[in-house]
T-cell receptor, first 112, second 116 residues
Framework: SQQGEEDPQALSIQEGENATMNCSYK?????LQWYRQNSGRGLVHLIL?????REKHSGRLRVTLDTSKKSSSLLITASRAADTASYFC????????????FGKGTMLLVSP | SQTIHQWPATLVQPVGSPLSLECTVE??????LYWYRQAAGRGLQLLFY??????ISSEVPQNLSASRPQDRQFILSSKKLLLSDSGFYLC???????????????FGSGTQLSVL
């Protein structure tokens, strides 16, 4: 079953604009992670935020986490055409098999 | 540094044919290894998980099997492919269980499998 659900499913912006993607999850977490996937490629880890953190920055990325609302957002500032990709949030399963549960992703298109 | 290799990149196979996808990790010992499948426009579904040589856990019943003959080698197989086996297959590794704080997944480049 899907733990993380991203919103919107697709986002189209111009270069230089900011892109915001949201993620909701259902169960308890100890961290939430964001991954990027270029078309036809594997996923690449972008950033991890722990459950006791509210905000984290990495370069042009800003992630927020609201555990009371079970939601997270990923902000990419000053988007570039090279940011075009799908973005997934993922949460670790805290029991049973070791795995991350991924959402369906947000497809971001940044036009020059 | 650690690297993960997955091959082939693309594969077109007829229904009923066998399958073997291979994944190897370099630069680390005793990794946790994973096989995921990604259907078009969907999230990732865990297929198999391994904590060591010969130790395979299956998330869902299916037409596929996995083996780990060496510490850093993970193989996904099928004796007879079905149309429904089509998809994008991703191998990944982590150092520890993913419930460990700060643990994350490192993915291979994926195999696009089309069963016709």
């Amino acid at each position: 079953s899907q733990q993380g659900e991203e919103d919107p499913q697709a986002l189209s912006i111009q270069e230089g604009e900011n892109a915001t993607m949201n993620c909701s999850y259902k169960t308890s977490i100890n961290n939430l992670q964001w991954y990027r996937q270029n078309s036809g490629r594997g996923l690449v880890h972008l950033i991890l935020i722990r459950s006791n953190e509210r905000e984290k920055h990495s370069g042009r990325l800003r992630v927020t986490l609201d555990t009371s609302k079970k939601s997270s957002s990923l902000l990419i500032t000053a988007s570039r055409a090279a940011d075009t990709a799908s973005y997934f949030c993922a949460t670790p399963r805290l029991w049973g098999y070791s795995t991350l549960t991924f959402g369906k992703g947000t497809m971001l298109l940044v036009s020059p | 540094s650690q690297t993960i290799h997955q091959w082939p990149a693309t594969l077109v196979q007829p229904v009923g044919s066998p399958l073997s996808l291979e994944c190897t990790v370099e630069g680390t010992s005793n990794p946790n290894l994973y096989w995921y499948r990604q259907a078009a426009g969907r999230g990732l579904q865990l297929l198999f998980y391994s904590v060591g040589i010969g130790q395979i856990s299956s998330e869902v019943p299916q037409n596929l099997s996995a083996s780990r003959p060496q510490d850093r080698q993970f193989i996904l197989s099928s004796k007879k492919l079905l149309l429904s086996d089509s998809g994008f297959y991703l191998c990944a590794w982590s150092s520890l269980r993913l419930s460990t704080p700060e643990e994350k997944l490192f993915f291979g480049s994926g195999t696009q499998l089309s069963v016709l």
